[in-house]
Structures are given as C-alpha cells and as structure tokens.
C-alpha cells in the first residue's frame, strides 16, 4: 500500500529508506559494476568535485552542499578550484580559435 511521504527516494511502500538497506545496495551495486569500495557520503565529495571541475560556480556547488557559507565549501574544495580555472583557461582558449 503506496504511503505519499513527499519524498525523492523512498520504498516501493514510498515509506523512508533505512540506512543499513541503504548502504548494503550501494555495495552490492558497486561491487556489480566492479568499482571500488566507497561509503554512500564518499559521492556527495565526488560530486562536488566533478562539479567544480566542470567549472560550475562555487555558490552554486555550496547551496547543493547545504553549506551555510560558501566560505566552508572553498575551504573544503580549495586544492580542486586551480583545476577548474585551468580547464576553464583552456575553454576560453579553444573558443578563440575556434
């Protein structure tokens, strides 16, 4: 019987997910797709940094975070922000000649 608890991911009942089913189908499908063993909060840092790479705004990046400052996420990501300027160096680049 569907619950509607207004959530993104939920049971097939739409009742809340519990972290240890969670975390036992994260690895079963990392394992499937022979990936390294990583925790669930292991992509939230992923995330952010593939995000930054892609030159996505800090603000941005901070407001999907949850963090209260943007302060926190550049402290955080910091040694990834060189990366970003220097792809976004090289976009700028090739537009020119383009």
Not at 13 to 38: D, I, W
Not at 74 to 98: F, I, R, S
């Amino acid at each position: 019987m569907w619950e509607d608890n207004d959530l993104v991911f939920s049971t097939q009942q739409g009742r809340f997910l519990l972290q240890r089913n969670t975390r036992r189908s994260f690895y079963r499908m990392l394992k499937v797709a022979e990936l390294p063993h990583m925790r669930v909060y292991d992509l939230r840092h992923s995330a952010a940094s593939l995000l930054l790479h892609w030159g996505v705004d800090i603000k941005t990046i901070s407001g999907m975070l949850g963090h209260s400052k943007s302060q926190i996420t550049m402290d955080q990501y910091a040694h990834l922000m060189d990366d970003a300027q220097k792809v976004a160096a090289t976009k700028m680049e090739q537009l020119g000649t383009a």
